[in-house]
């Protein structure tokens, strides 16, 4: 379990015994074709300052894939990273999550590094901008520029003030007139979304219909052909809403199925046949065990590594912690610098839940937030505007370099995620509002509450009041919906098997969800899918780096070779400070390709079996936190 392998401190890159088969219809993967595409410099270069490594170009599709005579186009913005051995054996495609997450973005960021380090550096990675994201065209944005939306703003303003009056509830769940409250904001709060959603269809019309992920998956075959080879097998890495694009890949197309990488799974059949604020209780249902690993691995740091720990602290009293500053926060103590309510403390165990490389500085700022509760000194290094600001938005602030305004994300994740769910009526937004009191009651009350979240526009939440929440609580009022929807259509026959990959403690796209993926391929009888339990916490399985997991990602892409359903441990030391210093110019030793035969022992079965081994990594956090949790700013 994994709360037994934090008592040990750290966990040992240690993987159960691991046998590898070649499936009888396995179709050979070839060399690429010459790549048909004309690429050069990228409209920002990347932030590692390799600029060389990294290419960009745009490529046209058509607008309407149901009619495609009309002439209409979209034009996608691509870039790619370079094999690193400078002799690529083909290209890997990258999805990085949202919906709304902007792939030349992701190439920008060291995150492909990372990603080349694991895969052996022989293959470029290449990702996209998706339709209605970034700097692809048509973009999809329901707000005018940054400083020029004053009117819109004071025609909504009068109903911001329900804006942070959420569902409020004490550490052990919400009470009567918590819920009565809640339920009577109701109405209020619709009527400011649907001023919202109005603008959205206004400003974007009929754009709005061709953005969904069935398109997207079009796109990517497109793309495809156009690099590798018209018909050529596809090779694929998604991540958290990037596997929805894999897992409508392997339905949609199954014959085109190279080798596929689901990392971090979204359960499509909620995601796309079931009203979409029935999500977010599948979302959260692992999110109480990642925050009860932290609480664990804090005691076992003690008080010289974890802020919030005592002596003799265990997870226990560490969890009872942080349940009696969110009943402080409850009952109105005053706060001197921020507005610290019970979900500003909440959205910091969102972070803390899926980001186990930052948990060292989301404990100082939880024993900052104590403080100021209590009255007590806070440090005069931390300037009043950063605590401010904690908690009040999903920026990061590497995200104020983005090529484009925060608010096309946003937008964008509205479109493509009402746009491919199911049509929904009969619902108002008290049925989503009973929704997320009992996921609060039944599933978690630590982020239950985050269900709706309210965050700003733009990243400057000081100067721009415009504010909008997660897209999921809100399909029931925005109405347009994708020309080309699709549910899953049962076990597909797959021209290649694929990976699944899913962390023991997810708690964004939570473990059961891969294992029913794994289920579902492979129901037919034929052997389609494997398993890779990454046994970590965090939202995908880059929050814990893993030497195992790496290792079977890097041969099936390098040579195809699949292995049996696997546990892998990770390498992560809990609170130790050197998986994760901050350096964004160097990148440690993760996998260098090739792999060298010492990295396998033989064990008593005579299989090749993982030696255990400490590894010092660089980890590079790149999700896109979309409509629930805050970041922690930089102290």
Known sequence: MLRTLFSQGFFLGLALTTSYIRPSHQ???????????????????????????????????????TNTSNGQKAVLYVAKRKA????????????PGGPGG????????????????????????????????????????????QGEDSADSAAIGSQLYFLDNTLNARSNGPNQMDINTFLGNATNIEGYMQAIIQKCVEKNQDNLKFVGTVATVKDLVALADAIEGPGNPIRYWGFSYGTVIGSYLLDLFPNRVGRVVLDGVVDTTIYSQKPSYQVYADDVQDAEMALQAFYDACAVAGQDLCAIAKPNSTGATI????????????AGARSE??????????????????????????????ALFYNDLHGLPINSTIRKREVRHLGHSVLTKRQEEFDYPYATTISSSYAIWCGDSADETGVSTTTVFNELIRVTKEVTNALGPLGMTFVSAYYNVETTPL??????????????????????????????????????????????????LVSRLNAAGTRQAALIQHDGTGHLSLEMNSVCTYTIVQRYFTDGTFPEDTLCGTNFRGFAGDLYNGNHNTTSSIISAPLPSASLAPNASGNGALASTHL????????????????????
């Open 27 to 65: 179709r050979s993967i070839e060399p690429r074709q010459a790549d048909s595409l004309q690429w050069g410099p990228c409209h920002k270069p990347p932030q590692w300052g390799e600029e060389s490594s990294l290419v960009c170009t745009n490529f046209t599709v058509p607008l309407d894939w």
């Open 84 to 95: 690193r051995s400078g002799r690529s054996l083909g290209t890997i495609f990258a999805n």
């Open 102 to 145: 902007p792939g030349s973005d992701f190439l920008r960021d060291q995150s492909s590094e990372l990603l080349s380090n694991i895969t052996g550096g022989n293959f470029d990675i290449v990702s996209w901008d998706p339709r209605g994201v970034g700097l692809t065209t048509p973009a999809i944005n329901c707000f005018d520029a």
């Open 319 to 330: 969890r009872q912690w942080v349940n009696d500053l969110i009943d402080t926060a409850y």
């Open 337 to 366: 610098v921020a507005n610290i309510t019970p979900n500003f403390i909440r959205s910091q165990l969102t972070g803390v839940a899926r980001l186990p490389t930052m948990w060292k500085d989301l404990a100082a700022s939880l």
């Open 467 to 516: 504010k909008i929440t997660q897209p999921s609580t809100f399909c029931h009022i925005w109405k347009a919906r994708a020309v080309e929807r699709h549910h899953d259509q049962g076990s597909p026959r797959l021209a290649n098997p694929v990976l699944v990959i899913g962390n023991t403690y997810d708690p964004i796209t939570p473990l059961a969800s891969a294992r029913k």
């Open 616 to 635: 010092t990594v660089l980890h590079i956090a790149f999700a896109f936190l979309l409509g629930t949790i805050s970041m922690l700013a930089s102290l």
